[in-house]
């Protein structure tokens, strides 16, 4: 409930551009997460990782405009939970170390 209200307030769009339902609001995203983690930081969390991993992986991809308009607009509205997943066995969760394109 509370990550559907963050949603519809613009907070999980913060950094990224108003096309995509975001804010155009990139320093205040991560005083934002700053904020939240002081209160709850298992919600700090959530909240940074839809923005921040799951939302920059689809932004940072070659995703097409419309597949980037069809996801964004899900994670950045609240209505979806993003989640990143990470793993290769000569990096475990160093996502530095990954040779995987």
């Not at 613009?10 to 939240?36: H, M, R, T, W």
């Amino acid at each position: 409930e509370q990550f559907h209200k963050a949603g519809e307030l613009g907070f999980i769009g913060l950094p990224y551009p108003k096309e995509y339902g975001g804010q155009d609001l990139l320093y205040e995203y991560a005083l934002a997460v700053e904020e939240v983690s002081k209160v709850d930081a298992s919600f700090g969390i959530a909240f940074s990782v839809t923005t921040s991993l799951y939302v920059g992986s689809v932004w940072n991809s070659d995703a097409t405009e419309e597949q980037k308009k069809a996801f964004l607009s899900e994670a950045l509205s609240g209505k979806a939970l993003g989640s990143f997943g990470l793993t290769e066995p000569n990096a475990g969760s160093d996502a530095g170390g990954c040779i995987t394109t």
